[in-house]
């Protein structure tokens, strides 16, 4: 008895966290599909990003989640660089979750997400304050902070590329404006020479 109600909670309240990269298309979407049960909680984060290593923007895109009927929107971020969506399975079926890149035409655009899986909840648990909850509980925070570590190195390559073209940007100009100072200054000089030049007229 008590080996099938352990078997029980492993394979209702197990996390399964997995991650995963996919390149978006111009004017495309990508979609991906989960059967669950109600009562589920389906969880994703993901954060959109460049794969040229040397771009200097942050990068959004479109997340939606349809219910098993295709013309169910469940949730819809648009125009986010990150998210983090966690939804209550209202009734059984397949759901689709899709990226949506409809709105640029950026070919090197990809996105990052990890599927915490379904999680099963049961309230009325009287042991569901336990050792095994805690390190689920666990377990789930250390998959947030990893995905937020991600996005934060996104971001860094981001802002690193766009400081380093400032950086670049003020030292042609710089270059430029001293030329210009040394070009003003030889003509000043010549321009003053043939002023207090004598002229002799034979």
Same mark, same amino acid.
């Given at each position: 008895?008590?080996?099938?109600?352990?078997?029980?909670?492993?394979?209702?309240?197990?996390?399964?966290?997995?991650?995963?990269?996919?390149?978006?298309?111009?004017?495309?979407?990508? =979609? @991906?599909?989960?059967?669950? /049960?109600?009562? %589920?909680?389906?969880? &994703?984060? +993901?954060?959109?990003?460049?794969?040229?290593?040397?771009?200097?923007?942050?990068?959004?895109?479109?997340?939606?989640?349809?219910?098993?009927?295709?013309?169910?929107?469940?949730?819809?971020?648009?125009?986010?660089?990150?998210?983090?969506?966690?939804?209550?399975?209202?009734?059984?079926?397949?759901?689709?979750? =899709? @990226?949506?890149?409809?709105? /640029?035409?950026? %070919?090197?655009?990809? &996105?990052? +997400?990890?599927?915490?899986?379904?999680?099963?909840?049961?309230?009325?648990?009287?042991?569901?304050?336990?050792?095994?909850?805690?390190?689920?509980?666990?377990?789930?925070?250390?998959?947030?902070?990893?995905?937020?570590?991600?996005?934060?190195?996104?971001?860094?390559?981001?802002?690193?590329?766009?400081?380093?073209?400032?950086?670049?940007?003020?030292?042609?100009?710089?270059?430029?404006?001293?030329?210009?100072?040394?070009?003003?200054?030889?003509?000043?000089?010549?321009?003053?020479?043939?002023?207090?030049?004598?002229?002799?007229?034979?």
């Amino acid at each position: 008895m008590q080996l099938i109600k352990l078997l029980l909670t492993i394979s209702f309240s197990l996390i399964v966290s997995s991650a995963h990269n996919v390149l978006l298309p111009p004017y495309g979407r990508r =979609c @991906f599909f989960e059967t669950m /049960s109600k009562g %589920d909680e389906f969880a &994703v984060s +993901f954060q959109f990003g460049d794969r040229n290593p040397s771009s200097e923007h942050q990068l959004n895109g479109d997340f939606i989640v349809y219910g098993p009927n295709r013309n169910e929107v469940l949730k819809s971020l648009r125009g986010v660089s990150h998210g983090d969506v966690s939804l209550s399975i209202p009734y059984d079926g397949q759901f689709q979750y =899709c @990226f949506l890149n409809e709105n /640029s035409n950026v %070919d090197s655009k990809d &996105v990052t +997400f990890n599927i915490h899986g379904t999680v099963f909840v049961d309230l009325n648990d009287p042991e569901s304050d336990t050792l095994d909850s805690a390190i689920r509980h666990l377990n789930k925070l250390v998959h947030e902070v990893k995905d937020e570590q991600g996005y934060i190195v996104i971001r860094e390559r981001t802002h690193r590329n766009t400081a380093e073209s400032t950086n670049d940007r003020v030292k042609w100009w710089s270059i430029f404006q001293l030329g210009v100072v040394i070009a003003n200054s030889v003509f000043q000089i010549y321009y003053l020479k043939r002023f207090f030049e004598v002229t002799s007229l034979v």
